[in-house]
């Protein structure tokens, strides 16, 4: 069945570093990609997406990389801030469906 | 743009009870979805709207629950004869459909706990 993986486990950074977030997906052909950040009692707020196509896409200090050979997609903040705190979600279409499913989100926390 | 609103923002209900929310899409997005989140995990799919038209149910949606989207404007879902399994927050999302990657714009969602 088709599944999508983020760690689970809070990832707890320094200000300054560059934090990393994994999502994996089996049993997919997305053509595309989301990255969401949703942040407690909020809705999840739509960052970023990447196509098949591309490898790479930026914005400001974010910056998304797509592996569809490795079929993971890598979310990377640089120069993180104490307001980077939140949950990060990916989230792929369904094939043929007109649904998105979501992972289970990674919660970052950065440390001043 | 206002962006995605929903109504309440918190409900606290007794088992058994119907319960009745609201969402109120940014207004020129044709697709409408509702999602519902538990504690660490991922918002999960309900439904989907494409303008008034239904087109798509999780199996996960038992008969007890049912969405409607009159008019292609604002949704509602309700959940009857209410369980305790039903505590959640329930997210409703809009995008403007012109192509299958719109990004979708969530609200704050409403939560729900059932006594």
């Known amino acids: 069945s088709q599944k999508i993986e983020q760690n689970s486990e809070a990832l707890n950074i320094q200000e300054g570093k560059t934090a990393t977030l994994t999502c994996n997906y089996t049993?997919?052909?997305?053509?595309?990609l989301q990255w969401y950040r949703q942040d407690p009692g909020r809705g999840p707020v739509f960052l970023l997406l990447?196509?098949?196509?591309?490898k790479e896409k930026r914005k400001e200090r974010l910056k998304v990389t797509f592996d569809t050979t490795l079929k993971q997609s890598l979310f990377h903040i640089t120069a993180s801030q104490p307001a980077d705190s939140a949950t990060y979600l990916c989230?792929?279409?369904?094939?043929?469906?007109?649904?998105?499913?979501f992972g289970t989100g990674t919660r970052l926390k950065v440390l001043a | 743009d206002t962006g995605v609103s929903q109504d309440p923002r918190h409900k606290i209900t007794k088992r058994g009870q119907n319960v009745t929310f609201r969402c109120d899409p940014i207004?020129?997005?044709?697709?409408l979805y509702w999602y519902r989140q538990t504690l660490g995990q991922g918002p999960e799919f309900l439904t989907y709207?494409?303008?008034?038209?239904?087109?798509?149910k999780s199996r996960l949606l038992s008969d007890r629950f049912s969405a409607e989207r009159p008019k292609g404007s604002f949704s509602t879902l309700e959940i009857q004869r209410t369980e305790q399994g039903d505590s959640a927050m329930y997210l409703c999302?809009?995008?403007?459909?012109?192509?299958?990657?719109?990004?979708?714009?969530f609200g704050n969602g409403t939560r729900l706990t059932v006594t």
């Open positions: 709207f494409q303008n008034e038209a239904q087109l798509e």
């Open positions: 207004s020129e997005h044709n697709r």
């Open positions: 049993n997919y052909s997305p053509a595309y």
């Open positions: 990447i196509r098949e196509n591309e």
């Open positions: 989230a792929l279409p369904r094939t043929g469906t007109y649904k998105y499913i």
């Open positions: 999302a809009s995008s403007l459909g012109r192509d299958n990657n719109s990004p979708l714009h």
